[in-house]
């Protein structure tokens, strides 16, 4: 491998790049304050969203698609609130507000555009009728953590490029997660840094630390937030939603299913329900990319 073309990958050139990330859409956190905010209303809301041209058109064209399942198609930003309800409007805030970041290129990673954003999309999809299947109540904080989970690779990406090879045969070698191989060869994992991103970004406590244990059995088990974006995502990937070069190198553990309370029965039922996700996912993913 020629080093002279890798960049420098110590822990303060990614935390680096980290602050040079654009910042999430104020606008976007402006709306989830007055959406709950009890003296507001819809019109409220969307007076602010109406700001951002680009959010509207991104909103309008999820709210349409099978992502959201309206009854109607509409063209009209107040109307689609309306439709869509307090907890759908902020999952469709930032799903629109997430795609800038989530259709990029990875080349580290082997990843296209539609991958990534197909894998966040689709994850997000699962989690909401995985949600469902297993009783789990906060399904909207776990859909923002779905859609977001796999945000660090923006940044990493660069990173992981050049070693990509030593991160394959270091997680081949020792038969470990993709993201265990990551950590030891850079130093850090994606899942490290998408939970710093979005920290930086300025999202709830409960999501960042879900994002950050995501791939870590030890932490994913610890809370039911995390547990529940673990197994949402490893379905994803079982299913090859958008999967990369990491894809099929994570593993459902026992205690992951125990902490769920997932028997046997149950993870079949969330991977047959998954795979009808994933049939919306694509009509999604034609939309973003049409």
């Not at 110590?10 to 910042?23: D, F, G, N, Q, W």
């Not at 991958?115 to 297993?134: K, P, Y």
């Not at 950050?212 to 490893?234: E, G, K, T, V």
Request: proline share 3%.
């Amino acid at each position: 491998m020629n080093t002279a073309l890798c960049p420098d990958f110590t822990l303060e050139a990614v935390y680096e790049s980290m602050a040079s990330l654009p910042v999430f859409p104020k606008i976007v956190h402006e709306a989830l304050r007055v959406l709950d905010d009890p003296e507001k209303n819809i019109s409220d809301v969307a007076k602010i969203i109406r700001l951002d041209h680009g959010l509207v058109a991104n909103i309008l064209k999820l709210t349409n698609s099978a992502m959201f399942g309206l009854s109607q198609q509409v063209s009209d930003l107040e109307t689609a609130l309306a439709l869509l309800g307090q907890n759908r409007i902020r999952e469709v805030l930032i799903a629109s507000a997430a795609m800038p970041y989530l259709s990029r290129d990875l080349h580290g990673y082997e990843m296209s555009p539609q991958d990534l954003c197909f894998h966040s999309i689709g994850c997000a999809m699962i989690s909401e009728v995985v949600s469902q299947r297993l009783g789990f109540g906060h399904s909207t904080e776990l859909f923002t953590a779905a859609i977001l989970h796999d945000v660090g690779k923006i940044v990493l990406d660069i990173y992981v490029g050049p070693r990509l090879m030593e991160v394959l045969e270091r997680s081949r070698r020792d038969e470990s997660d993709f993201s265990v191989a990551e950590w030891e060869v850079i130093g850090t994992d994606h899942a490290v840094a998408g939970s710093s991103i979005l920290q930086q970004w300025e999202f709830p406590r409960d999501i960042c630390r879900a994002v950050r244990a995501h791939h870590d059995p030890d932490l994913y088990i610890q809370d039911r937030l995390s547990a529940m974006l673990a197994f949402c995502n490893i379905l994803a990937v079982q299913l090859g939603l958008g999967v990369g070069a990491d894809g099929f190198r994570y593993r459902i553990s026992d205690e992951l299913l125990y902490v769920l309370g997932c028997n046997e029965k149950d993870y079949f039922d969330c991977l047959e329900l998954s795979l009808r996700a994933l049939e919306d996912a694509q009509e999604v993913i034609r939309l973003i990319f049409a």
